[in-house]
């Protein structure tokens, strides 16, 4: 780490200026997403690395597994900014890691954070500890592209369809559809649409376009799942299953969807899908209406925020619920 960064800054305001002094003179800039990307860690790299590229720095952005996007946030990429992580130099001159709760979360990119000259962490997760020379770490932002734009507006930066798009496809995913959005997020999307941006064009790829066969297949997804209505304290967990088969054959916007599903169960405050990515290894999504998850999810090893949060578990499903119960059990 660099000395030209300073400490830590430990407000938004300073570490959003801070980060927008750096950015207007970097030359090469380095953006990674989490692994397993989604449209908030893509589009807030993509969003910014779009406006790094035009000013005429030398941009990459990347994320550290799987070797693809998914197919749905390809179209974010409208620049061809992405680059396989191999192609991350060694020592990254500037590094900006976007919607990352934990270094953990860059995957193999992990060492960059301690080689990178100067780091930037833009982030919205309670639990993410501060790591990085320059913090943006704000949990009461609804997702990380609402940081990103308000960086964007510290730096001057117009924003252009292709930057709107990024920018809204975070925005609508991690607000469940605004769901969770306050008024400034509801503010935010109307400057987007305003900007370009085409909804149905963003958000059917992502959540409204299936293949036929997976109706079957969710239907027996569902059919299977099981609620503990004494668990969570009482409130009720709900819980389903995807298999590796499942796994193998369909798409991550597919299968990121279940829980969706599952958490429209009356009887149950908390859903969690085991989603099967080893022989005995489990990546749990968790969703809840009152039940701090981001609390039970940490317990275990794992991040997120208190209404959806995510932990890798290992062992058989009955190990794993049980885990997950008994964290739950301890959240209020
Ligand atoms: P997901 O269920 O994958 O949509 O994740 C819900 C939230 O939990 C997101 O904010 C993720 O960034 C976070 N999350 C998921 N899995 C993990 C994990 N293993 N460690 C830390 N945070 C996670
Ligand atoms: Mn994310
Ligand atoms: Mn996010």
Redesign the pocket.
């Known amino acids: 780490m660099t000395a030209t960064a300073g400490p830590p800054s430990t407000d938004v305001a300073s570490a959003v200026s801070a980060a927008a002094a750096l950015l207007a003179t970097a030359r090469d800039v380095t953006l990674v997403a989490?692994v397993?990307p989604?449209a908030?860690?893509l589009g807030s790299a993509l969003a910014l690395g779009v406006v790094l590229a035009r000013r005429g720095a030398r941009v990459r952005v990347s994320f550290a597994a799987p070797a693809h996007p998914p197919e749905s946030l390809r179209p974010l990429d409208a620049l061809g900014l992405l680059v396989a992580p191999d192609a991350v130099p060694a020592e990254p001159e500037l590094l900006v890691m976007c919607?990352t709760?934990?270094p953990?979360?860059l995957g193999s990119l992990l060492d960059r954070l301690t080689t990178a000259r100067c780091s930037v962490l833009i982030d919205h997760?309670a639990?993410n500890p501060g790591f990085g020379d320059v913090r943006i770490l704000d949990p009461s932002a609804e997702a990380t592209v609402v940081l990103v734009h308000r960086l964007l507006a510290e730096m001057g930066a117009p924003i252009d369809g292709v930057v709107a798009t990024c920018l809204y496809a975070g925005l609508v995913t991690?607000t469940v559809g605004f769901r969770t959005a306050g008024p400034a997020a509801h503010r935010m999307a109307a400057e987007l649409l305003e900007a370009g941006v085409d909804v149905e064009a963003v958000l059917r790829p992502i959540n409204g376009d299936h293949p036929f066969t997976w109706l079957d297949d969710l239907g027996g997804v569902l059919q299977a799942a099981t609620l503990d209505a004494a668990a969570a304290g009482g409130r009720g967990f709900v819980s389903a299953v995807v298999p590796a088969a499942l796994m193998q054959r369909y798409r991550v916007e597919e299968v990121?969807g279940v829980?969706d599903q599952l958490r429209t169960t009356s009887e149950a405050d908390v859903a969690a899908?085991l989603k099967q990515v080893g022989p005995r290894r489990w990546?749990?999504?968790?969703?809840s209406r009152t039940v701090d998850v981001?609390t039970a999810?940490?317990a275990l090893?794992?991040?997120?925020?208190p209404r959806?949060?995510?932990?890798?578990l290992d062992g058989d499903p009955d190990d794993v619920l049980a885990r997950l119960r008994a964290a739950l059990s301890r959240q209020g």
Do not use: L, N
Request: aromatic share 0%.
């Open positions: 989490h397993q989604d908030d860690s919607d709760a934990a953990e979360r997760h639990s991690d990121d829980v899908v990546s749990v999504s968790m969703r981001a999810a940490v090893g794992g991040g997120g925020h959806a949060a995510g932990v890798t």
